[in-house]
Each structure stands twice: as structure tokens, then as C-alpha cells.
């Protein structure tokens, strides 16, 4: 597999982002991008984070920008009559998403990292991550509409595409669609050890993502699997090309994210998943929450993650807790 390691290295937003060495410039702050104009809905499960329409959503990061958050990653968030059994609607051309993509990258060029989720489970009708065959997610008819999604966000500008599917052999046969379609500067951020939490509920409310049946232990990490099973996972992804290797959740993975960190050569990032950030939102006062957000960041960094997405990013920065 080809490996392009200038990728990391690209603009100086991307060098930051990987390389920089405080807490600010490794910050990646999630938004959820619905259709239409001027929605601004509050996520009850998420105190302080919106679904927000492109217009609405170009000035929060407008504003997010002038505060110093280069980084950031969007979700498509779909409604019920676009979805169906193969979540087309995720590779459309005219999904949503694509515009507010483009919308950045006119506006702020080499200066943001735009990174975009990479799944199929906001589109399908069934709310899993992959293609429904004989009663199970078919794997390999999954990775194919993946790198459909994937090449969609590379043509509409994408830094990187974040693959936060699980499913096998995905990191190489986006490599080879994004080298195939001429994308040789697009990076892909892969969810390689991705456990099977029940802390992504609060998210679900959020995408709307909810499997209406079954779970996803058939693909996401068994929680109670060691060390091996997580280098496995991110060294393959890291041989495949993988241009960052992602850990999630974070909190209670902190030493899986240690060793991983040791284990690849690779950009090391974590989620501070939504179930997380609601537990903090829903059990303090604004001073206290300061303290316990900048206590949590410390330990990311302290297990050797490079990049932290956490929806506490904005908050953070701008009340200078960090
Ligand atoms: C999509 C995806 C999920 C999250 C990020 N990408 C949900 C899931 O796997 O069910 C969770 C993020 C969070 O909880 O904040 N597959």
C-alpha cells in the first residue's frame, strides 16, 4: 500500500493540528449539519451542542475560528425519507454536507482541518454502520459504499475523511479510491480502535443513528478484549495507510490510547465521546467543570494521544480553561 506521509504534513493547519505541542492546537470540535436554513436545535442529552443547518453552522465556525479552533468534524445528519437499505443518500451528490465542505474550505483554505465522519449508519434506514446481506452486515459490499462517501468529501475539499465504520480491510480501499479518483492529498483519520461502548448514546440522539435492531458487537471492539486485539487493529489500519489512528471512547480507554500510542508511528487521536462530555455537562457548575475539563485533556495528552476531538473543545478555549 502506498503510504503518503507528507499528508500530515500538508498545510500548516494539518502540521499544528498533528505536531503542535499544547492542548489548544490538538483540539477537533464535532458538529452535527442537518438540512435546511436557520435550524439551531439544542440536543437535550448534550447541553451546550446543536444540529445546526449550513448557514447556521458556517458562522459557529466562523466564530470558532476567530478563537483559535482550526479543526473540525462534521456529521451529516439525515432525515427519515432520505435513508434507505444501502444509506445512498450518504454518497449523494447532493447531500447536504458536501456544500458546507466546499463553504469552508472557500472561506478558510489551508487554514482549517475539515475532517468528515465516514459511516453508513446515518443513512441507512436500519441505523447500522454497513450493508444489511442474509441478516448480517455484509462487509465487503460495505467497504464499497464507504469509498463512495469518502471520494464524495474528498471532491467537496475534505482534509481528511474519518472512517468510523470498523469494518475490515476499509483504511486500504479508501487509500486506493482516493488515489484512483486523484485525491493524493486527502488524508484518512481512521477510528481503528473502536469499542463497542454504551457511551455513544447522547451522539445517537444526535445523528439519529440508533440501530432499530440488534447492536454493533458484530463490528465495533468486544470491551472486554485486551492489548492485542487493539494493536492488531490500529497497526493493520496504520500498514493500510491510515494517516491518523483514532482510539474511542477516551476516558476509559486511557491505557489502551498508552499503548497504542507506543505501538505505531503514526498521529494518535481520541474521542471524548458524547457519553462522556454528558456526564461532566449534567454533574457541575461552570468553575468545577473549567477544572475537571482541563484535568481530562491532561490525561489524553499524558497517554500519548496527539489529537483530541472532544465536544468540551469550544467551551475550553474560549473561557481560556486550557
Ligand atoms: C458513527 C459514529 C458514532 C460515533 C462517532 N461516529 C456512533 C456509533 O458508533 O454508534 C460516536 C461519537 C460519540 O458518542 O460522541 N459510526
Known amino acids: ?106 472561506q478558510f483554505g489551508n487554514d482549517i482541518v475539515v475532517m468528515t465522519d465516514v459511516c453508513l449508519c446515518t443513512a441507512t434506514d436500519h441505523g447500522h454502520c454497513g450493508i444489511i446481506h442474509n441478516e448480517e452486515i455484509d462487509n465487503d459490499l460495505s467497504v464499497s459504499e464507504l469509498c463512495k462517501i469518502a471520494v464524495s468529501h474528498a471532491q467537496a475539499g475534505a482534509d481528511y475523511v474519518s ?48 440501530p432499530s435492531f440488534g447492536d454493533r458487537s458484530s463490528h465495533q471492539m468486544d470491551i472486554r478484549s485486551g492489548y492485542g486485539e487493539a494493536i492488531l487493529e490500529a497497526a493493520s489500519d496504520e500498514a493500510e495507510g491510515a494517516d491518523i489512528i483514532m482510539i474511542k471512547p477516551a476516558m476509559t480507554y486511557l491505557d489502551v490510547v498508552r499503548t497504542v500510542a507506543d505501538a505505531v508511528t503514526r498521529p494518535v487521536a481520541v474521542y471524548n465521546v458524547s457519553g462522556e462530555y454528558s456526564l461532566v455537562m449534567s454533574s457541575t457548575s461552570d468553575e468545577s467543570r473549567g477544572k475537571m475539563v482541563r484535568e481530562i485533556f491532561h490525561s489524553f495528552k499524558r497517554a500519548g494521544a496527539d489529537i483530541v476531538v472532544s465536544y468540551h473543545a469550544r467551551e475550553a478555549v474560549s473561557r481560556h480553561w486550557i
Open 1 to 106: 500500500m502506498k503510504l503518503r506521509p507528507r499528508i500530515n504534513r500538508w498545510t500548516n493547519a494539518r502540521r499544528d493540528l498533528n505536531f503542535g505541542d499544547d492542548i489548544r492546537s490538538s483540539l477537533v470540535q464535532p458538529h452535527f449539519v442537518v438540512a435546511g436554513e436557520g435550524v439551531d436545535e439544542p440536543i437535550a442529552s448534550m447541553p451546550g451542542i446543536h444540529r445546526q443547518s449550513s448557514d447556521v453552522l458556517l458562522r459557529t465556525i466562523a466564530e470558532d475560528m476567530k478563537i483559535g479552533i482550526h479543526s473540525h468534524m462534521l456529521f451529516a445528519v439525515l432525515e427519515d425519507h432520505q435513508k434507505d437499505a444501502t444509506g445512498s443518500a450518504a454518497s449523494s451528490e447532493d447531500l447536504h454536507l458536501l456544500n458546507v465542505i466546499r463553504e469552508l474550505k472557500t
Open 163 to 210: 472512517a468510523s465504520d470498523m469494518m475490515d480491510g476499509r483504511v486500504s480501499a479508501i487509500r486506493s479510491a482516493l488515489e484512483d479518483a486523484g485525491f493524493v492529498n486527502t488524508g484518512i483519520l481512521s477510528y481503528s480502535v473502536k469499542y463497542a461502548s454504551s457511551f455513544y448514546g447522547p451522539f445517537r440522539d444526535a445523528a439519529d443513528s440508533s
